[in-house]
Each structure stands twice: as structure tokens, then as C-alpha cells.
């Protein structure tokens, strides 16, 4: 017991240091910040003034040279340029009274005049522009639904000049407030007009035509931050927030799979040639996954009821490319669930003649078919001679009536002992195997003649989870009701008896 207090004071003792040096980081960033954002803004304001003393100068000449120009005008009016000879013969020649005597200009120059007092009223009222407040981010009404984000927040004091709002997200791995220093970069979302926003991501090919966007949660947190614009200035940043965003991430196992199959990260194809020239790369890939990686524990979802959190473990690669050999063209997902809810989607590549999708035991063998052993467990699609769609486990079939989707959801409750297939579009259920899971399962696919996509990183879908919930909720309610009747029945017995 005192050897545990003691882990765990040490356990303490290190996320405080650790915090520590996050917020000294911070505090270091924060000072380098201020001092070079204080110059950008003393040269922008030195710019700013340079600007306006340019204005007034070409404003000065422009006007000096106008009053010079009618000043000349004026003087050349006024001046008397006729000879005393001219004089004396308009004298003699014209009556006294009919000499013009009126000068043809004046020396009035009060319509050159400039009122200075509202330029004067305007500088002398020149103040630093009015910079919003920092919005305050409502955690409680954020949610991380589907593989998508919505962040809500809201202005301390309301601001009628505000004219849009900027989000900043960053994925990290890391829990609590955000770091200086992370492996990601900050990306944004300018020009939100309202006080929330959901954050979706790009459409999957296959559901563009639906208007379906998901986000690859491809880390355990995203962190989150807003700040308020006016025509003028941006604010200061929201406090940021750390949401959750767990999801089961994997690969294909391309250091185990058979020698027939070409493997990417999310893809796999049929390879007829068996392999050849591929020597050089297994080579390197052999030891892939050698060493152990515990992943993705406590999968939940922020905003919404957190099941029963769940863990994944990278497996290690069992041997080389003879992991699987004769007709078993399988290849396994790198990462085994031991526990917590988990989902993941396939989709046939076009003209796929056959392939399976499922889960299976680490221990499976190098012979061994998906659906034909007890520790396998999976749903088969044949398009090559006769057109099949069945359900497979323990070398038994169980034949789909239902059409083979485009995409197929796998949902997998490790805990609850269920493996569910679904139509990832319509998320109509395909077919549910019910077990209990012994040993940690991996996800698992048979491919020939054609090609498989992957993909992961997807929270368990809102419709999946409900339907599960229904389920369970049905289930309880019809062994209560069954308790019940049979409760019944005891007094109904015990009555008779004492009659």
C-alpha cells in the first residue's frame, strides 16, 4: 500500500512538473509576444502617421499653388499695360461720361479661405482603435458528434460592432491546456458570422452526393480557440478549451499479409504476380509493430453519454509475409481491441470478385479462412460465378437477404460480446454475431480479384449507437416482463395449492 501512495504521489508530482513547464513556456511565448507585437505596432503607427503628414503636404502645395494662381490671374487684370498715347485718344475721342471706371477684378481672396476646425477636431479626437473583448467558449454546450465539432461560445458584454468571428483547432495528443510548443500546427475558420460554428472536414467520395463531411479523428484532443473581429481590430483569444476525440485508428498490416495481396496503409489489392519485387520492402517492414503501443484508451465522445471507455493495442507483426499462405488471401489490421465500442468502414473496390470483412483472434492460422474457424468472425460477399452475401463463423453460413451496400460499417462491443455489420450509408443493420470475446480480436479482411479501402479514425455513428440502445432496452424490457409473468405464475401456484 505505502509502495502505491508512493507511484502515485510520484504520478502527481511529474503532470504537476509537467504543467509547470507548460505554463513557463507559455509565460516565455506570451513575453516574446508582447514585445515584438509592441513594435509591429509602434512601426505600424509611425507608417500610419507618415501617411497622414504626406497627405496634409501634397494638401498644402496643391492649395498654395491655387491661391498663386489667382493671385496672378487677379494682378495680370489690374495692370495697366496701355500706352499714355491710347489714353489720351480714348479721352478725346469718347464723352466723359461714358469712360468704365470699374476695375475688372478686386483684391478679395476670402473665397481661398480653409476651416481647419473639423480636420483639428478629428486629430485632436485620434484615439487607439476599439479592440473587441475576448469571447468566452461554452464548454458545456460544445459537442463532438459523428466526426464532427461544434463549438459554441459567447461575447461577455455585447458588442453591435463585431462583424465576424475567427476559430482557431489544433489536433494534439496531449490533455488539458494547450502547449507552446505541439506537434501541429494551428489551422483556422475566418469569417463565422454566427457565435457557433461545426467544424466537418472534407466529404468522403462515396457520400458527396449525400452532403455527408467527416473529420479524420486521427488524435485523442483537439484544442480550440475563438477571437471577435470589427472592421477595424481583432480581439484577444477565448481561453482555449480541450475537447475530446477519441477514435479507433488503424492500419492494414502490411508486414504480415499474404503474399498475393499488395498493401498500403488504407488499401489492399489482389496481386496476381504474387509478390515479386516486393522482397526488398518486406524487408524493411518486417520488424513494423515490433515493440508493443497502447493507443486510443478511454474511447468516448465529448457532449454526448460516454460509454464504457475501451483500449486498442498495436500488434506486433507475428513473422514475415508468410503470415498467411495458400487461400487465405487475409491481411490483418495492425492494431487488436481488448475492450470499449469500435467502428470502422470498407469499401469493395469496383469489380471485386470476392472479399470478406470481420475480426479474428491474433492467433489465427496461416491456413485459417475468415468465417471457417471458431475464432474468426465475418461477413462474405461473392460476385464471381454465383452471387452470394452471407454471414460466416465456425465454417457456418448464414445467407443475407438484404442487397450489398457500397460501404460496410463494422461495429465491434467488445465487452457486450457483439459484432455488428451495417449499411454505412442507410445504417441498416446487415447482421449481428453475439459472443463472448476471449482474447483480445484485430480487424480482419479476405480479398481476391479485386481491391478493399479502409477507414478509420470514426467515432461509433449516433444512429449505430441508438440502435444498440434500442436494443438492449428491448432486450431488458422483454426479461423483465418475462420475470414478471413468471413471478405471477409462482402466486398463481402457491394459491392453488393452499385451496
Not at 405464475?489 to 395449492?497: A, D
Request: with cysteine; proline share 3%; glycine share 6%.
Amino acid at each position: 500500500l505505502f509502495q502505491e501512495a508512493l507511484q502515485r504521489i510520484i504520478a502527481t508530482l511529474a503532470n504537476k512538473n509537467e504543467e509547470l513547464h507548460n505554463f513557463i513556456e507559455t509565460l516565455s511565448h506570451l513575453l516574446a509576444g508582447v514585445q515584438v507585437n509592441s513594435s509591429q505596432v509602434v512601426s505600424d503607427l509611425e507608417e500610419e502617421f507618415d501617411t497622414l503628414f504626406s497627405i496634409l503636404e501634397e494638401s498644402k502645395e496643391s492649395m498654395t499653388n491655387t491661391i498663386k494662381q489667382e493671385q496672378a490671374r487677379k494682378s495680370h487684370e489690374l495692370q495697366v499695360i496701355t500706352a499714355a498715347k491710347q489714353i489720351k485718344d480714348r479721352v478725346t475721342m469718347a464723352p466723359a461720361f461714358r469712360l468704365t471706371m470699374k476695375p475688372k477684378a478686386t483684391d478679395n481672396m476670402t473665397h481661398l479661405m480653409v476651416d481647419f476646425s473639423q480636420e483639428r477636431q478629428l486629430l485632436q479626437g485620434l484615439r487607439f482603435l476599439p479592440v473587441p473583448r475576448a469571447p468566452e467558449i461554452e464548454v458545456q454546450d460544445c459537442m463532438v458528434l459523428d466526426n464532427a465539432v461544434t463549438v459554441v461560445w459567447r461575447m461577455p458584454v455585447e458588442d453591435s460592432k463585431i462583424d465576424h468571428y475567427i476559430l482557431e483547432y489544433r489536433k494534439t495528443n496531449h490533455e488539458g491546456l494547450p502547449r507552446v510548443k505541439d506537434e501541429r500546427c494551428w489551422e483556422l475558420v475566418d469569417n463565422i458570422k454566427s457565435t457557433e460554428h461545426t467544424l466537418t472536414g472534407t466529404a468522403s467520395l462515396i457520400y458527396k452526393h449525400l452532403h455527408i463531411y467527416r473529420l479524420k479523428f486521427d488524435s485523442k484532443f483537439m484544442n480550440f480557440r475563438v477571437r471577435a473581429c470589427n472592421k477595424a481590430a481583432a480581439g484577444d483569444y477565448s481561453d482555449p478549451v480541450t475537447l475530446e476525440t477519441r477514435a479507433f485508428n488503424f492500419d492494414f498490416d502490411s508486414s504480415s499479409s499474404h503474399l498475393n495481396l499488395k498493401v498500403e496503409e488504407c488499401s489492399v489489392e489482389w496481386d496476381p504476380q504474387g509478390g515479386k519485387g516486393l522482397d526488398s520492402k518486406v524487408k524493411g517492414k518486417e520488424n513494423k509493430g515490433s515493440a508493443h503501443l497502447t493507443n486510443l484508451k478511454n474511447m468516448t465522445r465529448s457532449g454526448t453519454p460516454s460509454p464504457k471507455r475501451g483500449s486498442t493495442t498495436r500488434s506486433p507483426a507475428p513473422r514475415g509475409r508468410d503470415r498467411f499462405t495458400g487461400e487465405s488471401y487475409t491481411v490483418l489490421g495492425d492494431t487488436s481491441i481488448d475492450s470499449g465500442q469500435h467502428y470502422w468502414e470498407v469499401k469493395a473496390l469496383k469489380d471485386c470478385k470476392s472479399y470478406s470483412v470481420g475480426v479474428a483472434f491474433k492467433n489465427l492460422g496461416k491456413f485459417d479462412q475468415l468465417g471457417k474457424t471458431n475464432t474468426t468472425w465475418c461477413i462474405h460477399i461473392n460476385n464471381w460465378l454465383q452471387n452470394s452475401f452471407a454471414a460466416k463463423h465456425n465454417n457456418k453460413a448464414k445467407s443475407l437477404d438484404v442487397s450489398v451496400p457500397e460501404r460496410i460499417g463494422v461495429y465491434c462491443d467488445f465487452d457486450g460480446g457483439q459484432l455488428s455489420f451495417y449499411n454505412a450509408e442507410s445504417k441498416q443493420l446487415l447482421h449481428t454475431f453475439k459472443t463472448k470475446f476471449t482474447q483480445p480480436v484485430v480487424p480482419a479482411f479476405m480479398v481476391w480479384c479485386g481491391g478493399l479501402s479502409l477507414s478509420t479514425g470514426l467515432q461509433v455513428p449516433s444512429a449505430v449507437r441508438s440502435f444498440q440502445k434500442t436494443e438492449n432496452g428491448l432486450g431488458g424490457s422483454n426479461s423483465s416482463l418475462n420475470n414478471a409473468v413468471l413471478y405471477c405464475f409462482m402466486i398463481c401456484q402457491i394459491i392453488l395449492l393452499k385451496m
